[in-house]
């Protein structure tokens, strides 16, 4: 890819070029060449001829912008005559040698419609004594020359228009007017189908394996002087090293992108698998997300109950703290009411001090009462010599109560 923008490039700068009639001869080739409309608007220049005296075949690419009057495209002066040849868009006033003083009126056969481009040629040979004029490849006209006539020399080529003298004489009503393209003569009689060969394509570049034969070329004329309105355009055509470039590099793309819609519908399949993946992931993270929110929610509902069992249990350790100190309280009141209460202690001074002790303190004596104490202090009698102790008197309340 990278290749072919890089040959889009070449050719974009390669089209600048041309349309500002820039570059070398080689790209400037490419080029047509615009004609005004007035009678200044022209090429003149004095080649030497010589190579071209017993014979040669004149062409040119030809488009007709301009209709009446004799619009010359080509013009050879020479010593011996200044209409030694003239070739118009039109066929009207063709002269070969300057043969009839108003030149061969070949109109009938010119018919190119104004505005499309047609390859005209002319053909002569001394040795044969024929001249003829070719249009699109095919033979539209032949005439026979004089007998040893060769061309004249030290003339002077003009493309544009007509001469009137060697090299002067411009007419206002022979201007050409028209667009030019791939102006060659070669120096023998081609032959039929090597010109109609020529006339297959104007962007080919068949006239090029000519070789020497081709003595004047285009590449030539259009970096010649110019006179008046006489502008480069381009013609159209791209070099073949480029367009073969282009398509081969075309082709090269073609498979790369084929190439890549494959690997780009092998990944679209592998997406969507993944896509499918990653959705039921979602699906199995919503549900996940759901069940800790929930169980959130359960150890907030914990933690608050758990701090509600927190507080009853402050409140009831508090209360039993509370109703410990109350039991201790109470304890103190009763050992002290006790106390108060039972008078009889170890500093027994009188054997009545018992009635101090419950439950006859307070109390009425009754006989049963005074009759308990005498059957206890009978029983006493067995344990006379015992020491008294806390264990003795619970066995004596144990036996004789």
């Known amino acids: 890819m990278n290749q072919?923008?890089?040959?889009?490039?070449?050719?974009?700068?390669?089209?600048?070029?041309?349309?500002?009639?820039?570059?070398?001869?080689?790209?400037?080739k490419l080029n047509i060449l615009k004609f005004g409309?007035?009678?200044?608007?022209?090429?003149?220049?004095?080649?030497?001829?010589?190579?071209l005296e017993s014979e040669f075949t004149a062409c040119a690419w030809i488009r007709r912008l301009k209709s009446?009057?004799?619009?010359?495209?080509?013009?050879?002066?020479?010593s011996i005559t200044s209409k030694e040849i003239q070739i118009t868009d039109d066929g009207y006033e063709f002269y070969m040698f300057g043969i009839d003083g108003s030149g061969t009126d070949l109109r009938s056969v010119y018919t190119v419609s104004p505005g499309t481009w047609f390859f005209n040629?002319?053909?002569?040979?001394?040795?044969?004594?024929?001249?003829?004029?070719?249009?699109?490849?095919?033979?539209?006209?032949?005439?026979?020359?004089?007998?040893?006539?060769?061309?004249g020399q030290g003339g002077y080529l003009l493309f544009g228009n007509e001469q009137d003298g060697l090299g002067s004489g411009m007419d206002g009503?022979?201007?050409?007017?028209?667009?030019?393209?791939?102006?060659?003569v070669f120096s023998r009689m081609l032959t039929t189908s090597e010109i109609e060969e020529m006339s297959r394509n104007m962007c080919d570049k068949v006239e090029e394996k000519y070789g020497s034969t081709r003595y004047i070329k285009w590449e030539d004329v259009i970096?010649?002087?110019?006179?008046?309105?006489?502008?480069?355009?381009?013609?159209?055509?791209?070099?073949?090293?480029?367009?073969?470039?282009?398509?081969?590099?075309?082709?090269?793309?073609?498979?790369?992108?084929?190439t890549t819609r494959e690997e780009l519908?092998?990944?679209?399949?592998?997406?969507?698998?993944?896509?499918?993946?990653?959705?039921?992931?979602?699906?199995?993270?919503?549900?996940?997300?759901?069940?800790?929110?929930?169980?959130?929610?359960?150890?907030?509902?914990?933690?608050?109950?758990?701090?509600?069992?927190?507080?009853?249990?402050?409140?009831?350790?508090?209360?039993?703290?509370?109703?410990?100190?109350?039991?201790?309280?109470?304890?103190?009141?009763?050992?002290?009411t006790l106390e108060s209460k039972c008078l009889l202690n170890t500093s027994v001074t009188s054997h009545y001090d018992f009635l101090y002790a419950p439950p006859f303190y307070g109390e009425v004596l009754t006989q049963q009462k005074l009759q308990a104490v005498r059957n206890s202090l009978e029983k006493l009698d067995l344990f006379v010599g015992v020491y008294i102790g806390e264990k003795i008197i619970e066995l004596f309340k144990f036996y004789f109560n």
Do not use: H
């Open 265 to 336: 519908a092998s990944t679209r399949d592998s997406l969507e698998g993944t896509e499918e993946r990653l959705n039921e992931t979602l699906i199995a993270l919503d549900r996940s997300e759901t069940r800790l929110n929930e169980t959130e929610e359960e150890l907030e509902t914990s933690k608050v109950a758990r701090r509600e069992t927190e507080t009853k249990l402050n409140e009831t350790l508090e209360k039993v703290v509370n109703l410990e100190e109350t039991v201790d309280s109470l304890e103190e009141k009763l050992n002290s």
């Open 173 to 184: 009503g022979e201007i050409f007017g028209g667009e030019m393209y791939k102006l060659n």
């Open 121 to 151: 040629c002319l053909s002569w040979s001394s040795a044969s004594q024929t001249r003829n004029v070719y249009i699109n490849g095919r033979v539209v006209d032949a005439a026979s020359t004089p007998a040893g006539r060769t061309l």
């Open 4 to 28: 072919i923008l890089c040959e889009l490039l070449s050719l974009f700068t390669l089209l600048s070029c041309l349309t500002r009639g820039e570059g070398s001869a080689e790209l400037r």
């Open 37 to 51: 409309n007035t009678a200044s608007d022209y090429i003149l220049y004095k080649p030497d001829m010589s190579p």
């Open 223 to 258: 970096q010649l002087s110019r006179n008046g309105n006489v502008n480069e355009k381009y013609s159209g055509c791209l070099p073949q090293e480029y367009l073969t470039a282009l398509k081969s590099e075309l082709n090269r793309t073609q498979v790369e992108l084929n």
């Open 68 to 78: 009446g009057d004799k619009p010359v495209w080509f013009s050879y002066s020479s």
